[in-house]
């Protein structure tokens, strides 16, 4: 089982130099095994930090952080994370770098290789096992990034907006892509997004987070009875009230968290 | 990054640390010279040095040498300053200068400039002239480099617009391609100075000529080891004041770029 | 993709130029250098400047040989050699450990940085006499010079590499299960390479101005003392030789360090 719970989160975040400031204030969020949520808010509203504390990267400070029941301590192989800037190792290549992992779990030589080959399969990079990252695209990394993670076989997955350095005929197909890997093996999935559309297409459920200090705003269910897939689904009135919807949400949001600033 | 300790408590901590470290430096020397492992001709300890810093600094010797260290240095490193920067536009502007400079440039970069130091003696004798045309042989490259390679790529957008603003042949030298080089062109004048300080020194205790590189030598040949720390010492300083000085000099000049704000 | 990419890259190299086009744009190209070369053997022979204050090329070419010959140039540059290897090589080792392990554990850093940043200006070349003073007129002295100032360039270039490293690759890394000091290994170290390597390569500059000048003053062996002593002597033609065999040196060392350095970084492209 992999459920999550976040429960009165706190996080201040303290630059080297300056004042510390209050990134996360009292987050609480349930999140359903096999559920597919997105955390959507303007930028600096601390979305990605409630990502990274889930993933063990920085430590919880005030609340708690479960997952399957187990509160959170540091990083874990059942939690994979994958991030906008594809954190890539430049220095191995497509192969090397989905095998990273598989080493790390001792898994025997045969096995991985082959593991290894079925996952560039799945991503569609067949033919590129032996490049170096600087030698692909945007949509490549982020298709090898994600190789890499499911090759551990994490029951959760964290995407700190996987897409939002991609171009948008790209960021289309990509999410084509992984709604078909999840669908062949469903996880659990935070899916952290500027984007609304982004999140009503792909989660269960958007978690909307206001500007900092960031809360959960309001929970809005995106779980659409339509069928419709791709551009058909883009187009029912379903899918654009919860858009217009969650729009008005988080353009507010924005709107203070620029009054905050200036 | 490392433990879990409480975030502010450990920032305290560490601030206390980087605060005591020079405090550890200066007490680590001492300690080790109380110790009596080395001797006390290897390693003064620091109020013998410190006492001899300070009856340098009254005699005027100190004072004098650093003078005449700084004035060989700075003219050396004014001359390859503007030579450099010269050099390193017309390369990146004109054709026929880059096919000559482009391979002697490239030879003359990565080459040992001390080794030609006999050669300078021969020529130029041991005094002032000679040392000072070393300093500027030596730090011009980087500074050509750096001026040939900031006017070579300058943003192209810029200069279409530029164009299209009007700027004419002469004048976009001015008023565009030599402030858009100017971080660049700054880098090379940074790394160029101590270059012309360490090379200025060389020559100092090669050829004589007091300055701070002749009286260390001077020292050292008397086995006059408490002058050697001082030296060393007051070396160390005008290093660190040459560097930050630039530095600063950098942020001032180049309020607009971007490097100043993210600051 | 990766096929078009490797197209490009031949063709900038120029393999797919004819050879006589190659060799005819590697002759302009060195056309210059060979300008210098004959005004060099030209001006002093016609009178144009002293051959006392600049021996023509080819007198500088036959004293070259001649000091081949009597193995002065192999004893000297062997000596040289190995103080450039023993300093700098140990500069390297100490210089990435301590580097790295400054940006890893805040308070190794929060003690040695600032000491680091402050001693980084210092300029090196007056270190020899003190390590005259400590180690004598010997090899030792040479390689401490050459150790001592090519530290920091060494330990700061990896502090800054290592602190550089993204990130997101450390908790990559450490999401797919490796432990802290794996990760040190795995993804810190060859994070930091390039920057590194590009301050091994400033380190190869400062050693050889070191190498140098301890030489001239530390007089016994060594290109440096060979140079001196020759020019001490009035012996110019081999003065300008010894000169000419230490700036090759110099450019070749770099030269074979940056092939070195390419490969070592293919992945960056």
């Known amino acids: ?262 | 990054m490392a433990g879990m300790m409480e975030p502010a408590r450990r920032e305290s901590l560490l601030t206390a640390l980087r605060v005591g470290s020079g405090i550890l430096f200066f007490g680590a020397w001492q300690l080790t010279a109380m110790s009596h492992v080395f001797s006390e001709f290897l390693l003064p300890s620091v109020p013998v040095v410190a006492e001899r810093l300070w009856h340098d600094l009254v005699s005027g010797d100190l004072v004098s040498g650093i003078v005449l260290t700084l004035i060989r240095t700075f003219i050396g490193f004014a001359l390859a300053a503007v030579g450099g920067i010269i050099l390193g536009v017309s390369i990146a502007r004109v054709p026929l200068v880059r096919w000559f400079f482009d391979p002697l440039v490239s030879a003359g970069l990565p080459m040992p400039k001390v080794a030609f130091l006999p050669i300078f003696m021969l020529w130029f004798g041991v005094f002032d002239t000679s040392k000072i045309l070393m300093v500027a042989f030596s730090s011009i490259f980087p500074v050509i480099v750096e001026a040939w390679a900031g006017t070579q790529n300058i943003d192209k957008y810029m200069t279409w617009s530029a164009m299209s603003l009007g700027v004419n042949r002469h004048r976009f030298l001015w008023e565009i391609a030599l402030p858009a080089a100017l971080p660049q062109v700054f880098t090379g004048l940074q790394v160029a100075l101590p270059i012309a300080l360490i090379v200025d020194i060389v020559c100092e205790m090669q050829m004589g000529g007091e300055g701070m590189g002749g009286s260390i030598m001077t020292d050292m040949r008397f086995a006059d080891s408490p002058g050697v720390f001082a030296y060393i010492v007051a070396i160390a300083i005008v290093g660190m004041v040459l560097v930050k000085a630039m530095e600063i000099t950098r942020r001032r000049l180049l309020l607009w770029h971007q490097e100043t704000q993210t600051a | ?269």
């Open chain 3, 1 to 269: 993709m990766s096929r078009t990419l490797t197209l490009e890259t031949a063709a900038r190299r120029g393999s797919l130029i004819p050879l006589s086009t190659r060799l005819a744009r590697a002759l302009i190209r060195g056309l210059p250098l060979i300008l210098v070369a004959a005004g060099w053997q030209i001006a002093p022979s016609v009178g144009l400047i002293s051959p006392e204050a600049l021996p023509p090329l080819s007198a500088v070419a036959t004293a070259w040989w001649g000091l081949l010959m009597d193995g002065s140039l192999a004893s000297n540059g062997v000596s040289s050699l190995w103080e450039v290897t023993a300093g700098l090589g140990l500069s390297i080792v100490v210089g990435i450990g301590a580097g790295v392990l400054m940006a890893w554990y805040a308070p190794v850093d929060a003690i040695v940085s600032p000491l680091m940043k402050s001693l980084y200006p210092m300029p090196k070349s007056a270190l020899i006499p003190v390590m005259i003073l400590w180690f004598g007129l010997g090899a030792g002295s040479k390689i401490a010079s050459i150790f001592a100032g090519c530290l920091l360039p060494v330990v700061l270039s990896s502090y800054n590499g290592a602190r550089g490293v993204d990130q997101s690759l450390v908790w990559s890394a450490m999401g797919l299960g490796a432990s802290r000091r794996r990760v040190l290994w795995e993804v810190v170290i060859p994070g930091a390479l390039p920057e590194i390597m590009a301050g091994i390569r400033n380190a190869l500059a400062i050693s050889f101005i070191l190498m140098v000048a301890a030489e001239f003053l530390v007089g016994q062996n060594g290109l440096g003392y060979l140079i001196s002593f020759l020019g001490d002597g009035g012996v110019y033609d081999a003065m300008f030789a010894g000169v000419l065999t230490v700036a090759a040196f110099g450019f070749f060392a770099d030269r074979v360090y940056l092939l070195l350095m390419q490969r070592m970084l293919r992945w960056r492209e």
């Open chain 1, 1 to 262: 089982m992999a459920g999550i719970s976040f429960s009165e989160v706190r996080h201040t975040y303290r630059p080297p130099r300056g004042k510390p400031v209050l990134a996360l204030e009292s987050v609480s969020l349930d999140v359903q095994d096999r559920e597919f949520v997105a955390l959507l808010g303007p930028s600096g509203c601390g979305k990605s930090t409630l990502l990274y504390l889930l993933g063990g990267f920085i430590p919880v400070e005030s609340g708690a952080i479960t997952v399957g029941g187990k509160p959170v301590n540091g990083p874990g192989r059942e939690r994979g994370i994958v991030f906008q800037n594809f954190a890539l190792f430049p220095w191995k290549t497509v192969r090397q770098n989905i095998l990273y992992g598989l080493e790390k779990q001792g898994m025997a030589k045969v096995e991985r290789e082959k593991r290894t080959q079925d996952l560039v399969e799945l991503v569609h990079l067949k033919g590129f096992e032996d490049s170096y990252p600087s030698q692909l695209s945007g949509g490549m990394k982020q298709r090898v990034a994600i190789a890499r993670t499911l090759a551990v076989e994490p029951e959760i997955l964290l995407m700190d907006e996987p897409f939002g350095a991609l171009d948008a005929q790209t960021r289309a197909l990509m999410h084509e892509e992984l709604l078909a890997i999840m669908r062949r093996a469903p996880k659990t999935v935070v899916f952290v997004t500027h984007d609304v559309r982004e999140a009503v297409y792909l989660a269960d459920r958007v978690a909307v987070m206001s500007a900092r200090p960031g809360r959960i705003k309001e929970i809005v269910d995106t779980k659409l009875k339509s069928n419709a897939r791709g551009e058909e689904l883009l187009q029912t009135r379903e899918f654009n009230d919860r858009v217009d919807h969650l729009w008005k949400l988080v353009r507010d949001e924005a709107i203070r968290a620029q009054g905050a600033h200036e």
